[in-house]
Structures are given as structure tokens and as C-alpha cells.
């Protein structure tokens, strides 16, 4: 994870379909609360990566009229995140 403020990088492995490549999501954090009503450490974040479905042996798709087909290879991911410290 690399970053400031409220905004870092996060790299790491996805799995789809038995296949494990390197990803980054760009995330943003969305602040802490200490403590929170439970009496816990608690913060959010966001974050977005972008991947070719292709790379992880996905290859559905709905042919259209002429060379078009429904989807795209690019595929966004999305992640909300919220967190507790385990004091």
C-alpha cells in the first residue's frame, strides 16, 4: 500500500476462475473513528481496479449484428471496505 492522506494505492493478487494475477485498486480512505459506539477503533475505504476479464479465462460474450458483441473485456471492481481494530 502506498499513498497520503486520503489517498493510496493498494496492490495485491485476485483469483477468478483459478487465476491469480497482480492488481492495483486505487482507493480512497474514508476516515476513523475512535471510538466508535461500540467503544472500537473503526475506519472506511473505497477503491476501484480495472481488469481484461480475458486474463482470467473469461471469454463470455453475446455476439451482436456484424464484428460487435455485448461486453467489453474491461471490467471495474469495486470495493467498500469498513474495518475494526482488534485491540
Do not use: W
Not at 497520503?4 to 495485491?12: A, K, L, P, Q
Not at 476513523?32 to 473503526?42: E, I, S, Y
Not at 477503491?47 to 461486453?71: C, H, R, S, W, Y
Amino acid at each position: 500500500m502506498a499513498g497520503d492522506g486520503e489517498d493510496y494505492t493498494i496492490n495485491g493478487d485476485l483469483t477468478i476462475k483459478g487465476v491469480t494475477k497482480p492488481v492495483s485498486f486505487d482507493a480512497t480512505f474514508n476516515g476513523a473513528v475512535d471510538p466508535d459506539p461500540f467503544g472500537l477503533f473503526r475506519m472506511g475505504a473505497e477503491g476501484t481496479a480495472v481488469i481484461n476479464k480475458k486474463d482470467f479465462g473469461i471469454e463470455f460474450n453475446v455476439p451482436l449484428q456484424g464484428d460487435a458483441v455485448m461486453l467489453g473485456d474491461k471490467v471495474t471492481i469495486t470495493v467498500s471496505l469498513e474495518a475494526t481494530l482488534n485491540r
